[in-house]
């Protein structure tokens, strides 16, 4: 197929920021311009950005939302509370095919400006729940939900991802992206904390009644930040889409938008000759490779959801911290291993180019297993047990077993300054009277475990999972899988509330453990099947001929 008529410079030996590193990227038959090229990694970084502030968006408020609720509508209880936590990743498990399927025909800009316009809305709608008469709770689950609708952009994100880099780009662009997706988690509960100074009154704007405090501004700062997050979509954000090779083309997400590449009619330079792939040919996608990658996915976001909504009420049982010591210990802890992931992430780039994606995965898996094996109860030693509620004029404690979402509650919630905090482990759960302590250096050994493994498995699932599906729109495939990571967050809070509550940490962690075991054999019975599309078409190809 002839090439476009357009000027093609040579390949530049300084690598953009964030950007792969010599000359992997830029190799001497990818036909690109350096003006597109510039271009096409500023839009990257873009979607970098973007990916923070969605998941900044979820996590900025999460250690918040049981007190502000409390305070906003007092007929709301721990059960209620359970559906506002889940919302935000039932909205983003509804939204993530629809945003996907839209961004494979139409520009994605249009689905990142109105995902990311939902997100802004949905943040100023939570700083104002405090102002109906009544049924504040319901507006509260309302704006959670749409935060996570907004979120739904994470498919949109990722399919641009993985169309606009190259294979040997593709592994380090993941990595970029999921640690800017894990540290925007991360460093959530921090900012909260930051914004913890200015205090539950606050300041009052009493012209457009809007309470700035402790609760509100974080949503607030969210809002600021999405708005943000439009202007340099419109300014610089641009479409590009390059084959395996890293030759630019055409898409169908060009059609609408005007611009530079369009008219320059930029198309893909295909193989045709010494039996080299068709990248135009599509042929069909490897199903079982497909499913088997979201399973992988689902178990790793499912471990992690379990492992960061039992970190303060296992501190809070075992080591008899108050709701206070737990939450700031524990905030002190996720910002540390924000530190770890990035430090990983940058690791697993270098290290895929010499062991593969499917070897790091294998091992972050393990890895993790191990993490929760040594969480085990393994000692002697009982915790100290809390026999009874402390009542000094203060409403009834709730405990666990009324509903999978008091976790969320950090197991009490001091209504006035007349009551007196419990510590210990609640009598109420009888395996506290028979289950060991975890030692708190297991719990630190756990977190540091945990902070390795999830990171390395959630940018090698991404990774080989764009990299399956080949250069079809990966938009469709992408909401999936987001939606498999959202249903994990869901369900995995529900699934360590009911455990832990009934049966204690030694069955809910052994169970995890099985799963992880599970996951391990799975990934060894299609190993051999999570290899990139144009590699498995080379090998029907060669099956074909012989």
């Known amino acids: 197929m002839a090439s476009a008529d357009i000027d093609v410079l040579e390949p530049v030996s300084e690598a953009p920021l964030l950007g792969p590193s010599g000359d992997s990227g830029r190799c001497q038959d990818v036909m690109e311009t350096l003006q597109h090229y510039t271009s096409r990694w500023r839009s990257i970084r873009i979607m970098y950005l973007t990916m923070f502030f969605s998941s900044l968006g979820f996590s900025i408020v999460i250690m918040s939302i049981w007190p502000y609720l409390q305070q906003v509508d007092k007929t709301a209880d721990a059960s209620f509370l359970g559906w506002v936590i889940a919302s935000y990743s039932i909205g983003q498990m509804i939204a993530s095919p629809f945003f996907g399927a839209w961004s494979n025909y139409r520009p994605r800009r ?50 641009f991802m993985a169309g606009a880099t190259s294979l040997a780009e593709r592994t380090s662009v993941m990595a970029n992206t999921s640690a800017s997706q894990a ?76 611009d530079l590449y369009y008219k320059l009619k930029l198309v893909c330079f295909f193989y045709t000759e010494n039996d080299e792939v068709d990248q135009d040919s599509q042929g069909s996608i490897d199903h079982v490779a497909v499913v088997s990658t979201n399973v992988i996915f689902f178990v790793t976001l499912f471990v992690f959801a379990v492992f960061e909504t039992i970190a303060t009420p296992l501190t809070m049982d075992m080591y008899s911290w108050t709701r206070k010591k ?63 509620d402390i009542k000094n004029n203060s409403s009834p404690r709730t405990t666990f077993r009324e509903s999978p979402a008091s976790f969320w509650t950090l197991q009490a919630w001091l209504p006035s300054n007349d009551t007196v905090e419990a510590t210990g482990c609640p009598a109420k759960q009888s395996w506290c009277l028979h289950t060991p302590i975890i030692y708190l250096g297991q719990y630190i050994t756990t977190d540091i475990l945990i902070g390795l493994g999830y990171p390395v498995c959630n940018v090698m699932s991404y990774t080989l999972y764009s990299k399956i599906l080949g250069p079809r729109p990966q938009g469709v495939y992408m909401g999936w899988l987001t939606a498999s990571g959202s249903g994990a967050r869901v369900l995995g809070p529900v699934f360590v509330s009911q455990l832990y509550t009934h049966l204690g940490p030694r069955w809910a962690f052994s169970l995890i453990c099985g799963i992880i075991v599970l996951s391990l054999l799975l990934l060894e019975v299609v190993y051999k099947r999570l290899v990139a599309f144009s590699v498995r078409y080379k090998r029907l190809q060669e099956e074909q001929s012989s």
């Open 326 to 388: 737990a939450v700031f210990i524990n905030g002190l802890i996720l910002g540390a291993l924000g530190i770890e992931s990035i430090v990983v992430f940058l690791a697993v780039k270098e290290l895929s180019k010499k062991t593969g994606e499917r070897a790091i995965l294998y091992g972050g898996l393990g890895i993790m297993l191990v993490g929760f094996f040594v969480l085990l109860p393994w000692g002697n030693q009982l915790p100290n047990i809390q026999w009874e």
């Open 110 to 159: 249009e689905p990142l400006i109105v995902s990311t316009s939902i997100s802004v809305v949905a943040n100023c709608l939570y700083a104002y729940v405090h102002l109906p008469a009544s049924h504040n709770k319901y507006y509260m689950l309302i704006a959670r939900t749409l935060v996570g609708f907004g979120a739904g952009n994470v498919a949109v994100v990722r399919s």
């Open 183 to 258: 540290v925007g988690f991360i460093l959530g509960p921090v900012f909260q904390t930051l914004f913890t100074l200015i205090g539950e009154k606050g300041i009052t704007w009493k012209i457009i009644n809007l309470q700035v405090n402790m609760y509100t501004a974080p949503v607030l700062f969210g809002a600021l930040l999405g708005i943000i997050n439009i202007v340099l979509i419109f300014v610089i954000f641009r479409e590009h889409h390059v084959d395996d090779m890293g030759r630019p083309c055409r898409s169908i997400n060009f059609e609408a938008e005007e």
